[in-house]
């Protein structure tokens, strides 16, 4: 398991899962409420994800040139970042747009029934 982790399952948790992703979800507001395009969350997912394989190294002695441990912590960076960055997207269409939108589920929204504009 530690083999295609690339650390070990407390670590992970830790530093990739609560720091990280925690970074990700800042990240992925962020560029959600500056009208960024969806790809700016993903280069920054690998980004963030680089700097989680340089702690794991440099603060419990992982190996620095792991590409399965990167691979992993990128992809779990990426999902949350991506996530934050859909849920708000959601949330600012719906926020700037209220006469047209309305909101589906956390992660969608579509337009308002009643034809809110005049044709």
Known sequence: ???LLGSSLAELIGLT??????????TGQ???EGWKP????????VLLGLGDRFLMFGLFGEPLLSPAGFLV????I??????A???AIAR??????????????????????????AE
Do not use: D, H
Request: with cysteine; charged share 15%.
């Open 92 to 117: 600012r269409m719906v926020q700037q747009y209220p006469w047209l939108y309305e909101r589906s589920g956390p992660f969608g929204w579509r337009e308002k029934s009643g034809g809110a504009l």
């Open 17 to 26: 899962v609560v720091v990280f992703g925690g970074c990700g979800i800042l």
């Open 73 to 76: 912590n990128t992809l779990i």
């Open 30 to 32: 962020t560029l959600a």
């Open 85 to 87: 960055y859909r849920m």
């Open 38 to 45: 969806a790809w700016v969350a993903v280069a920054y997912s």
């Open 78 to 83: 990426g999902a949350i970042t991506l996530t």
């Open 1 to 3: 398991m530690e083999t």
